[in-house]
């Protein structure tokens, strides 16, 4: 959800920026309303012999730009500027204000040159390839970490891109393979870039891409072939990871055990996440009792069953009848932790050689 002060900040940081990228309408502009009525009152001299007003002076200059002067001159440098003042005045500064009216009220539109000034306006943001399911919850993630997300789909059909425009989100219809796409989101100054495209190809071009505009940024790449994965570790310096082996613990582990919550590998080890209601066993022991004798890590707590989730409660907590209790593991501790509740056995998960 974006807050209100955040909303402004962000329009102040874009205004920057479109000035920025607009300096020289804006040079153009000093130099037509503020210099040149100086020269028409120090050249110009009226039918009554005075030197012209500045206020008349600039209003000749302003409907000089439309083709209709207000001053009939006869001084050679001003013959001049009646003649140049036109052409370059509708060229380059009244195109400048009109696109620059155009990218300030008209930000709702998903344009590559609106995308690409809401980039300048970010630095150490993170770059996400692929607005599908997979990048989507990157987003969503990376969002209520409080971190800015610029987003690049190559198709306008995906299935959240309605979804991340509601949302706010910047977001670029364009192929991310193309040579401008990447200059676009600004990364030599983003912190990382996630390559969540359904395309193993695609996704290692963006990676190669991105190390090579900003030697600096993390890379973390998703591949469908799992043996890409150990190679683009060692050879690319990135984060390479693997939908299957990220989600074969947890639909393995889900379909032996229906309590686990949450199951992820360190190494060798496979640990797992459940939630214990205390009935058997588990009440009059303390938390720390429960991490020693069991391996257990008692991630949150909530007393009776009922109120607040209390996270990370202390060593010397006290479990009581009723409480419920999320323990993380290795299986095979876990496994021993139900047999101490007098749970039914969970079935042995003989491809990881435990029982």
Known sequence: MVTLRRRLAMNLLYLRALLRRF?????????????????????????DGHAVSLGKALRHVYFLLYGQPSLDVDDSLLMFLDMV????GIAVLVDGVVRFAYLFFARHRQDKEWF???????????????????????????????????VVEKREEAAFVAV????????????????????????KKAAAIVCATDDDLANLNIALDARRMNPDIRV??????????????????????SSSSLAAPAMALAALDPRIVHSFRIGTHLMVV??????SGLPGLTISEVRDRFGGLTLSMRRGGKG????????????????????????????????????PEAPVYAHHGEG
Not at 24 to 46: D, E, I, K, N, S
Request: with cysteine; hydrophobic share 45%.
């Open 23 to 47: 300096r020289t309408t804006a040079l153009m502009a000093v130099l037509l309303f503020g210099c040149m009525p100086l020269v028409y009152r120090w050249r110009h001299v009226g039918a």
């Open 85 to 88: 003042i036109p052409p370059v």
């Open 116 to 150: 690409e000034v809401i980039a300048e306006t970010f630095k150490g943001h993170v770059v996400v390839c692929g607005a599908g399911r997979v990048g989507y919850r990157v987003v969503v993630q990376l969002r209520s970490l409080g971190k800015d997300v610029v």
């Open 164 to 187: 991340l425009r509601d949302e706010q989100v910047p977001l670029l219809i364009d192929d991310i393979r193309s040579p401008q796409c990447l200059p676009r989101t600004n990364v």
């Open 220 to 241: 973390v790449i998703r591949l469908f072939d799992d043996d890409l994965v150990a190679k683009v570790r060692d050879t690319f310096k990135a984060e390479a990871l």
């Open 274 to 279: 459940s939630v214990f209601e205390a009935r």
């Open 308 to 343: 607040d989730e209390w996270l990370h409660p202390s060593g010397d907590t006290r479990i009581q009848a009723g409480d419920m209790v999320t323990l993380q593991a290795e299986y095979k501790d876990y496994k021993q932790l139900r047999a101490f509740t007098m749970e």
